[in-house]
């Protein structure tokens, strides 16, 4: 009898310990909001979400972004975006990226745009206070007009940069930099941050992004800028 028991538990465990013997996801919850009254009334949320599984072969990054504002009871501001990145680790410096993006804002004058790519990576640094990726590579465009449906595609060249430095204990200054360039249009986009512990896993964030785009339906502004002041959450 004890021997079948034992049988029994070890075929129970045998998919929960190979499951904990998988590499972990770690990542960042973050969420800001503002409210002001008085001659205007606003109201800001701005949410974020990025999780990675690093493994001996391949790593994972998952991000999801929303960003909602009222003024005075009408939307002037909504945009969400997702990105999924898988990486094929060739060295401790070189590997392939994987990345496929898509960003819905409601007064851009697109539906959507969206690219997928896939790009050489190499890391520069990778130490304990710094972190620095470049990535390059082809890719393609995949951008829907919101007025006329009209579809727009085209192939294009891709190039990042990711960097980070962990000044002190405590706190940290991040750089992203993408460029999507094409014969018809090329976006630009950057994300300067600086983060700073709080007590644990609870962080304050603040954030100035900027994004560029060459060619807009009319109507739209070729840049948009974003400053933001959020709470972090890691795991």
């Known amino acids: 009898m004890f021997r079948k028991h034992a049988l029994v538990a070890a075929v129970l465990l045998t998919p929960i310990s190979a499951f904990a013997a998988e590499p972990a996801w770690d990542g960042a919850a973050e969420l800001g909001t503002i409210f002001t009254s008085g001659n205007t009334d ?6 974020n979400f990025m999780a990675k599984r690093t493994g001996e072969v391949w790593d994972t990054t998952v991000k999801l972004e929303a960003l909602t504002s009222e ?19 060739f060295t401790e410096h070189s590997y392939l990226a994987i990345v496929a993006q898509q960003e819905r804002a409601r007064f851009s004058g697109y539906t959507y745009q969206s690219t997928a790519s896939i790009n050489y990576g190499y890391r520069v640094l990778n130490n304990d206070t710094m972190e620095l990726d470049l990535e390059a590579g082809p ?13 727009q595609d085209e192939a294009i060249a891709r190039l990042a940069l990711a960097y980070s430095w962990n000044i002190r ?8 930099f993408t460029a999507e360039v094409g014969s018809d249009q090329s976006v630009y986009k950057s994300e300067t ?19 560029h785009v060459d060619e807009v339906p009319e109507g739209t502004e070729n840049t948009d800028t974003e400053f933001g002041v959020t709470l972090v959450y890691s795991f």
């Open 139 to 151: 890719g393609y465009r995949r951008d829907k007009l919101k007025e006329t449906g009209e579809i």
């Open 169 to 176: 204990e405590g706190v940290s200054f991040i750089e992203n």
């Open 71 to 89: 003024e005075d009871g009408v939307k002037s501001k909504e945009k969400y975006g997702a990105l999924t990145q898988f990486d094929r680790n």
């Open 42 to 47: 606003t109201q800001s949320i701005n949410a």
């Open 193 to 211: 941050g600086l983060q700073s512990q709080l007590s644990g896993s609870l962080a304050s964030k603040l954030t100035y992004k900027v994004k």
